[in-house]
């Protein structure tokens, strides 16, 4: 997807102040990192939480200061929200270097049927949610497409060592972690504990979530 950027200012509002500032529809934001000075920013807030809900924490972005031809690319690290309202009070960035590798956590999304759920009437469970991924910050996979579609018998599953990430991409999750499994039905009579089906996109269905920018 193409590198998406948020306009941001300088912010001199700090501490106890910053709650007149959100008044205004200003959102606090701080950018940091390795090798450089931390700074103060603040941004419209409708548009903070878009760009937000856009890029999620493994997306990278580009900060462009106002009146100046300054741009850092950054990932989104910390968001604090309103306990109430949910509505996003503040934003930590971390500065990255487009040509070092870094660290992120890259959602996993299941697509396909599989047949040990028609046939054997199997529960899907997954267990991980997200992988841990090193490469470059603009090689950084929006998602991970995981197929079920060879889910065959109950018990079976896919690890992580399974997957292949492609040239560039290395997986930092332990290769023997279960993605997802294929359970065995439930169908004692007063069984407390029942695992929820994934519901899970058909292939169709995963390409054009990934074609609407969806995270």
Same mark, same amino acid.
């Given at each position: 997807?193409?590198?998406?950027?948020?306009?941001?200012?300088?912010?001199?509002?700090?501490?106890k =102040?910053?709650?007149?500032?959100?008044?205004?529809?200003?959102?606090?934001?701080?950018?940091? !990192?390795?090798?450089?000075?931390?700074? *103060?920013?603040?941004?419209?807030?409708?548009?903070?939480? =878009?760009?937000?809900r856009?890029?999620g924490?493994?997306?990278?972005?580009?900060? =462009?200061?106002?009146?100046?031809?300054?741009? @850092?690319?950054? &990932?989104?690290?910390?968001?604090?929200? +309103?306990?109430? %309202?949910?509505?996003?009070? +503040?934003?930590? &960035?971390?500065?990255? @270097?487009?040509?070092? =590798?870094?660290?992120g956590?890259v959602?996993?999304?299941? &697509? !396909?049927?599989?047949?040990a759920?028609?046939?054997?009437? !199997?529960?899907?469970?997954? %267990?991980?949610?997200?992988?841990?991924?090193?490469?470059l910050p603009?090689?950084?996979?929006?998602?991970?497409?995981? @197929?079920?579609?060879?889910?065959?018998?109950?018990?079976?599953?896919?690890r992580?060592? @399974?997957?292949?990430?492609?040239s560039g991409?290395a997986?930092?999750?332990?290769?023997?972690?279960?993605?997802?499994?294929?359970?065995?039905?439930?169908?004692?009579?007063?069984?407390?504990?029942?695992?929820?089906?994934?519901?899970?996109?058909?292939?169709n269905?995963? *390409?054009?979530s990934?074609?609407?920018?969806? %995270?």
């Amino acid at each position: 997807m193409d590198t998406v950027s948020l306009d941001v200012s300088p912010r001199g509002t700090l501490r106890k =102040k910053v709650k007149a500032l959100r008044r205004t529809g200003m959102v606090p934001l701080h950018l940091y !990192g390795k090798g450089m000075p931390s700074k *103060a920013l603040q941004a419209d807030g409708s548009t903070v939480s =878009k760009i937000v809900r856009q890029v999620g924490h493994n997306i990278p972005l580009y900060l =462009k200061l106002e009146g100046t031809m300054e741009q @850092d690319l950054v &990932f989104v690290r910390e968001i604090q929200h +309103h306990p109430v %309202t949910n509505r996003i009070l +503040h934003v930590d &960035f971390f500065r990255v @270097d487009a040509t070092t =590798k870094t660290v992120g956590e890259v959602p996993v999304v299941l &697509f !396909g049927e599989a047949p040990a759920i028609r046939v054997h009437r !199997g529960v899907l469970m997954q %267990t991980l949610h997200t992988l841990s991924v090193e490469c470059l910050p603009m090689e950084m996979p929006e998602r991970i497409q995981i @197929d079920i579609s060879g889910l065959e018998e109950l018990d079976q599953g896919i690890r992580v060592s @399974d997957y292949d990430p492609g040239s560039g991409i290395a997986i930092l999750t332990d290769p023997e972690e279960l993605i997802v499994r294929v359970g065995a039905p439930r169908i004692a009579e007063g069984e407390s504990e029942r695992p929820e089906a994934v519901d899970v996109p058909t292939a169709n269905q995963a *390409a054009e979530s990934a074609a609407a920018g969806g %995270t």
